[in-house]
């Protein structure tokens, strides 16, 4: 099955800076999706993208399926932010794989 | 819409104990899975149930059973609990297996003694 490799694995933050995430697949994928698991273990879907661009007010995304990563850009990050920020993908017919998660605190 | 609930939030149980998670989705999905969260190891699929009626083992399934009850309904069952299945366990559902959106529950936190 695909690998799925986040990075970085830690992220610290002043609240108001901006920050990229990193995910990268081994092999080309039908469906790729960034969670977010805020401090009380809730886990929220982000974006599902298996290629090209979305933006949801601070968050965006970008999947380049033909080279196979996915970058999560957080803009004017806010204590809210923190958590730990998962990606997964996976190919037709099989299970979503996830990467490790990268955790991000946000200080004010 | 309460999206997807699971029931109990925590257990202890000891070592040979058994035990069933319930999980329950109210947004007409067809598909419903079980993963389990452990630390470093970010969440890793234990069984999966595309459409009601049908199971199918994920990356973890050993010692964990799983029982689509209705459409709505997808319970794990532990038949002897062993320490190393202490772990966080969420529950998700989607549209489609494996092809859209997941919407994960709240997590049931099990200590196995």
């Known amino acids: 099955g695909i690998q799925v490799e986040q990075s970085p694995p830690d992220l610290i933050l002043q609240e108001g800076a901006n920050s990229t995430l990193r995910c990268n697949f081994s092999?080309?994928?039908?469906?790729l999706q960034w969670f977010h698991q805020n401090p009380w273990g809730q886990l929220i879907n982000l974006f599902y993208?298996?290629?090209g661009t979305k933006q949801n007010g601070r968050l965006s995304a970008t999947t380049v399926a033909t080279e196979r990563y996915s970058l999560l850009y957080i803009s004017s990050s806010q204590t809210t932010d923190s958590g730990v920020y998962f990606c997964?993908?996976?190919?037709?017919?099989?299970?979503?794989?996830f990467g490790k998660g990268t955790t991000l605190s946000v200080s004010s | 819409n309460a999206g997807v609930t699971q029931t109990p939030k925590f257990q202890v149980l000891k070592t040979g104990q058994s035990m069933t998670l319930q999980c329950a989705q109210d947004?007409?999905?067809?598909?419903m899975y079980w993963y389990r969260q452990d630390p470093g190891m970010g969440l890793r699929l234990i069984y999966y149930?595309?459409?009601?009626?049908?199971?199918d083992k994920g990356e973890v399934p050993n010692g964990y059973n799983v029982s689509r009850l209705n459409k709505r309904e997808f319970s794990l069952r532990l038949e002897s609990a062993a320490p190393s299945q202490t772990s966080v366990y969420f529950c998700?559902?989607?549209?489609?297996?494996?092809?859209?959106?997941?919407?994960f529950g709240p997590g049931t936190r099990l200590t196995v003694l």
């Open positions: 998700a559902s989607s549209e489609q297996a494996n092809t859209d959106t997941q919407y």
């Open positions: 947004m007409n999905h067809n598909s």
């Open positions: 997964a993908a996976n190919q037709a017919g099989t299970a979503l794989i």
């Open positions: 993208i298996p290629s």
């Open positions: 149930s595309a459409s009601e009626g049908t199971t």
């Open positions: 092999d080309s994928v039908n469906n």
